[in-house]
């Protein structure tokens, strides 16, 4: 329906329209309640498996187990449901974008009304400073300059004109302006941008697949050996009812009920210590995929450089101002060459200022930037040449502006008579006549990756000018401003680092190419060769785009909210683990889409915040590389302290199987409230302290850290080397204990007192032998005296609290009864206090001969490469 812009809609259209449209709101995402998500917390697999677990162990007459199971999993549950209270609230944040009260034309008068009730066919009436309550289609515009840059990350403000097109959440920098609503609420490009960020579900990390597949590797292992104990215990005659509560403790006995806490208190213990790197973890397992990244998307400003940008020479047809000196600091060296004594750049300085808005406040010792930072740039510039701008604002206000075009990438103002132009040099520089030599500077100035900005002045004539091109007459050069962003003194050092480490980086960002490839090439992300794309320009195939993107050092310039969701897809689908950063609004979606969204904390806005899994308190891009040292870190002690709870499996099943294999006639050295006891209250603390294992000096020299937790070295340390010596030795205490008792092989076993003296000592041996195990599983290359005894502080105060559990349950009488043991005898204790030293020499030597063996191995690699080189150099 045409709608009449002069007098609006009447009330009861608006009344209709409201009605039929629904309010102006974003719309509200659907999002499980706090009730299911901690459900989901309690009945995921491995808490579904310990469950099951739990209730085997109710039938099997183990009361107390089943509540000790129960209890992990409520705990750990609830563990992380604190951990994960802060959820993606992305939408909500961007309904607060949206303007309370709005001007609208109703019933041919001005009215103000609530933001929520704007419909299709209002007329808007728009001031500077306004935020665009709808998208909206522009029917009168007053020197209108828009900020887009939540939409399009371009940081200039865009000048827009009849016919033109807002879009809600936007606001008016300057000017006026009259817009007809053309889409409200859900119907709005902000809400588009809200369906991007919760289309697809979250990817799922690397350590949840991991995890899943190890817990039912466990739980495929407990159920098969369960169900082959059932059996054998048919086969010897016991009755079917104990055998299958025999076969129910087995099972429960097998599963390492340790493990779900374990993991939980580790991602928490990585967090910290990202915290303390300036880095906030809003979800847990992000800990552990920063560290399985493989290419990061990087935004520029702020993160590879220092978001202060300055001015740093300003040339002047009598010669050249260098200026040192860092963002918006009021020191620094002016240093003027040229054939005049005195320099003219006060007055380039002074027109830059005339032809702004963007300035800067002197507090606490430095000048704070207001507006635009380029803008706030030129205002330092002239302060530090001794200008007070303030002064000559107040005493030249601007007579008529011309904001900042886009097309012709300039601006224009008129001050007392005077126009002044500023803009890009290929811009401005035509309309001052010959400019040659300009043209050699400007190209100088830009081969150094520095932002250059023309500035041309002229006498206005009589009348006042209708467009910038009746203003923009009759001028002349008045100079040169080169500005820098400089980047981060520590972004060189981290790229190269990056590189080392395997792990690629892409700059991707909504900046013009050449600005975007100029600090590329400065912070060494970009080398000679290097491609650089534009957003509009990528290929519509995804696959092709891939392929593309698939670069270390490429950068992607000008770049839509759909572009950036796109690329993060496309990198995934290469297999790789991205991380991809941003700070505004149109960075949200794709921040939810990566495998990995790291938001800024300082510059960044609240809903890139709540999209991302990381912030970046600090912004810088160093940052990054520390949270990718400390999550290799965190998934290797996933792998170091599942290689500890399958080394106790071992040795928990071991008399089991000797209890099988005598059909039943050789006594059980461990019953399952002694595993129960191992499981939970002797390995625990110490599993835990393993996972706080600080980062080794080498991760971040080589590829990133992939492959599956219970790889190949895994299997063999803890199923053929740790778990069986272990084993052996408790087995060796049982022995050794039932012969201090008189027991001789193929005589009577020892029975009441004395048989449980000779559990006790396989428990102690298991448990002492555990605690030095733990020390050997803290590297799968190094035995511990080369990491440093005490350089993971919390693993002895663990092993103390777990030692002094297992001598109470071992020798307080009634305690030990309840757990089926006693003390041992002098010969038992000796065993047990010599399986630590056994456990460490074993692996010392283990590490010295697989050590020497890789030796060899990279000798020989080395020799066949010389053998390859000498016959092609023979053959040419």
């Known amino acids: 329906m045409a709608v009449a812009t002069a007098t609006g809609l009447s009330s009861a259209e608006a009344a209709a329209r409201r009605a039929d449209q629904g309010p102006n709101r974003l719309p509200e995402p659907r999002r499980p309640s706090a009730v299911r998500r901690l459900v989901g917390e309690l009945t995921h697999f491995f808490a579904v498996m310990l469950w099951v677990a739990a209730g085997l162990a109710f039938l099997a007459g183990l009361p107390q187990l089943g509540v000790a199971i129960a209890a992990v999993v409520v705990l750990n549950a609830l563990f992380a449901f604190a951990q994960q209270a802060r959820a993606d609230h992305a939408a909500e944040r961007l309904r607060a974008l949206l303007p309370t009260r709005v001007s609208v034309r109703r019933d041919g008068r001005r009215q103000i009304i609530e933001a929520e009730d704007v419909v299709v066919d209002d007329v808007l009436l728009l001031e500077s400073g306004d935020r665009v309550p709808a998208d909206a289609t522009v029917v009168m515009a007053n020197r209108l300059l828009v900020d887009t840059s939540m939409l399009t990350g371009e940081s200039a403000a865009v000048t827009l004109e009849e016919r033109g097109t807002l879009y809600a959440g936007t606001f008016l920098v300057e000017g006026e302006a009259h817009a007809v609503a053309v889409a409200t609420g859900e119907r709005t490009h902000l809400a588009s941008i809200a369906r991007l960020t919760t289309a697809s579900p979250k990817p799922v990390t690397p350590l949840t697949r991991g995890l899943e597949g190890v817990v039912r590797l466990v739980a495929a292992i407990a159920l098969g050996v369960g169900g082959l104990f059932f059996l054998i215990s048919l086969l010897v005659g016991n009755p079917v009812q104990d055998g299958f509560i025999f076969a129910i403790g087995v099972t429960v006995a097998l599963v390492p009920e340790a493990l779900l806490p374990t993991v939980t208190l580790s991602l928490a213990w990585g967090a910290e210590q990202m915290a303390r790197r300036q880095i906030l973890v809003r979800n847990l397992e992000a800990v552990e995929t920063l560290g399985s990244t493989t290419f990061i998307c990087t935004d520029k400003t702020g993160t590879l450089t220092q978001n202060q940008m300055a001015v740093v020479e300003a040339w002047t047809p009598a010669g050249t101002l260098s200026l040192t000196g860092v963002g918006y600091e009021p020191v620094a060296d002016l240093v003027w060459s040229g054939p005049s004594a005195q320099s003219p750049c006060a007055d380039l300085a002074l027109a830059g200022v005339r032809c702004s808005t963007g300035y800067t406040v002197l507090a606490d010792g430095r000048w704070r930037p207001h507006g635009d930072p380029m803008e706030a740039a030129l205002d330092a510039f002239a302060r530090r040449l001794g200008i007070d701008s303030d002064a000559d604002r107040r005493q030249h206000p601007n007579q008529l502006r011309f904001p900042f075009d886009p097309r012709t990438r300039r601006m224009s103002v008129v001050v007392d008579g005077m126009v002044v132009v500023k803009g890009a040099p290929d811009s401005v520089l035509p309309l001052c006549g010959d400019g040659e030599a300009a043209r050699a500077v400007v190209d100088a100035l830009t ?124 990198l995934r689908s290469r297999e790789h683990v991205v991380a991809m950063t941003g700070d505004g609004v149109n960075d949200a979606p794709a921040l939810h889409e990566a495998d990995i969204g790291v938001a800024m904390g300082r510059s960044g806005t609240d809903v890139a915040r709540e999209a991302a899994d990381l912030v970046l308190l600090d912004d810088a891009f160093a940052s990054i590389v520390a949270g990718i040292e400390q999550g290799r870190a965190t998934f290797l002690n996933v792998r170091r302290f599942l290689t500890y709870h399958l080394t106790d499996n071992v040795a928990e099943l071991t008399p089991f199987v000797v209890w099988a294999l005598s059909g039943g006639r050789f006594p059980l050295a461990l019953g399952v409230l002694q595993i129960l006891a191992i499981d939970i209250g002797t390995d625990t603390l110490s599993a835990v302290a393993l996972g706080a294992e600080p980062p080794a000096h ?60 000779a559990s006790g000592a396989a428990f102690l041996t298991v448990v002492l032998g555990q605690k030095a195990n733990v020390f050997a599983c803290r590297s799968s290359s190094q035995w511990p005296g080369a990491l440093g005894w005490a350089t993971n502080r919390l693993l002895f105060p663990a092993g103390a609290v777990e030692l002094a559990f297992s001598l109470v349950v071992l020798l307080v009488p009634g305690i030990a009864v309840v757990f089926g043991q006693a003390g041992p005898p002098l010969a038992g204790w000796l065993v047990a206090l010599v399986s630590p030293a056994v456990v460490l020499g074993v692996d010392a030597l283990d590490k010295r001969l697989r050590a020497g063996q890789r030796s060899e191995a990279r000798e020989s690699r080395r020799l066949a490469d010389l053998l390859r080189i000498s016959r092609r150099d023979r053959g040419s």
């Open 698 to 757: 080498h991760l971040l020299e080589r590829s990133p850290v992939t492959g599956r937790l219970m790889n190949s070295t895994v299997l063999r340390r803890a199923f053929g080397l740790l778990g069986p010596l272990i084993a052996g030795l408790s087995m060796l205490a049982f022995l050794v204990s039932m012969a201090a008792a008189g027991w001789r092989p193929g005589g009577p076993f020892p029975t009441g007192h004395d048989l449980l003296a």
């Open 447 to 570: 081969a150094r990756g520095l932002r250059v900005l023309a500035i041309a002045v002229g006498a206005h004539g009589s009348g006042t000018p209708r467009s910038p091109q009746e203003a923009e007459q009759g001028l002349s050069l008045a100079g040169l401003v080169a500005l820098e962003d400089p980047p981060r003194e520590d972004v060189a050092a981290a790229l190269a680092t990056c590189r080392r480490a395997g792990v690629s980086v892409a700059m991707v960002t909504g900046d013009h190419p050449a600005t975007a490839s100029a600090i590329a090439d400065q912070v060494g992300l970009r080398r000679p060769g290097d491609p650089v794309l534009v957003g509009s320009e990528l290929p519509a195939n995804d696959r092709i785009l891939a392929a593309h993107l698939d670069h270390d050092g490429i950068v992607i310039a000008r770049v839509s909210p759909e572009d950036k969701l796109r690329i993060a897809k496309a």
